[in-house]
């Protein structure tokens, strides 16, 4: 008797279609395509997007759902924002896209 063993590593690509867009004041709207199931390695689950301040050393980050692919992000300065998503499964993170500056839409 054989058994069928799936391994899991973490996703070999990145989310596709990253893109990150300012909406509403003192807000970033980070958008992406899901991991083609083919290159997520095993069970996804979910996303971690990444963002600082440009030339800050401190990364904040939020997890979603492997089902979610957009996240509002509240609350920021009017600065230069740098932000990335990686896809992570039991094992950890993935690739990550690559970063994307944006300004959030003025508070005043």
Do not use: C, H
């Not at 509403?24 to 600082?52: F, N, R, T």
């Amino acid at each position: 008797m054989y058994m069928i063993v799936r391994f899991t590593i973490v996703p070999s690509a990145a989310p596709g279609n990253f893109n990150v867009t300012s909406t509403s004041s003192l807000s970033l709207d980070v958008s992406w395509d899901a991991i083609p199931e083919e290159q997520q390695q095993g069970l996804l689950l979910g996303y971690v997007v990444y963002y600082k301040i440009k030339g800050s050393s401190v990364e904040q980050n939020k997890t979603v759902g492997p089902a979610q692919s957009i996240l509002k992000l509240t609350g920021l300065q009017y600065k230069i924002y740098v932000v990335r998503v990686a896809g992570y499964t039991a094992v950890g993170l993935g690739k990550s896209t690559t970063e994307l500056n944006k300004i959030p839409n003025d508070g005043g």
